[in-house]
C-alpha cells in the first residue's frame, strides 16, 4: 500500500503559478503510475495528468495542455504538478493519486489539497 499527502495549494491571482507536490509512503513508490486530479464545487472529479513509473508515458487533459507539467522524483518518493498560466476554471481541490500494480486501476488516494485561482 501507499499513502498520499498533498500539499502545496493556496490562492494565486488569474496567470499565476503554483506547485503541488506529492508525497508518498512506502518503498515500492517507483512501481506506481501516478496521476493528479480535480474536483471544482458541483462537479465531478475529472482526470488533469499522469505519469508512468518512470517518468514518461504522461498524458494530460486537454485543458491543461501547455500549462501544466507533472513530474515525479522516486528518490524523494515525491510527484509534483508544475501549474502555470493559471484561470479562475483552474480552481478545484487538486487529488494526487497511485495505481495499483496489479490492477492498474487509481487504488490510493490523498486527501487534496485546495487551489484558488482569482480573476
Known amino acids: 500500500q501507499v499513502q498520499l499527502v498533498e500539499s502545496g495549494g493556496g490562492l494565486v491571482q488569474a496567470g499565476g503559478s503554483l506547485r503541488l507536490s506529492c508525497a508518498a509512503s512506502?518503498?515500492?513508490?517507483?512501481?506506481?503510475?501516478m496521476g493528479w486530479f480535480r474536483q471544482a464545487p458541483g462537479k465531478e472529479r475529472e482526470f488533469v495528468v499522469s505519469?508512468?513509473?518512470?517518468?514518461?508515458?504522461?498524458n494530460y487533459a486537454d485543458s491543461v495542455k501547455g500549462r501544466f507539467n507533472i513530474s515525479r522524483d522516486n528518490a524523494k518518493n515525491t510527484v509534483y504538478l508544475q501549474m502555470n498560466s493559471l484561470k479562475p476554471e483552474d480552481t478545484a481541490i487538486y487529488y494526487c493519486a497511485a495505481t495499483d500494480p496489479t490492477t492498474f486501476r487509481y487504488a490510493y488516494w490523498g486527501q487534496g489539497t485546495q487551489v484558488t485561482v482569482s480573476s
Open positions: 512506502g518503498r515500492t513508490f517507483s512501481t506506481y503510475s
Open positions: 505519469i508512468g513509473w518512470s517518468g514518461g508515458g504522461t
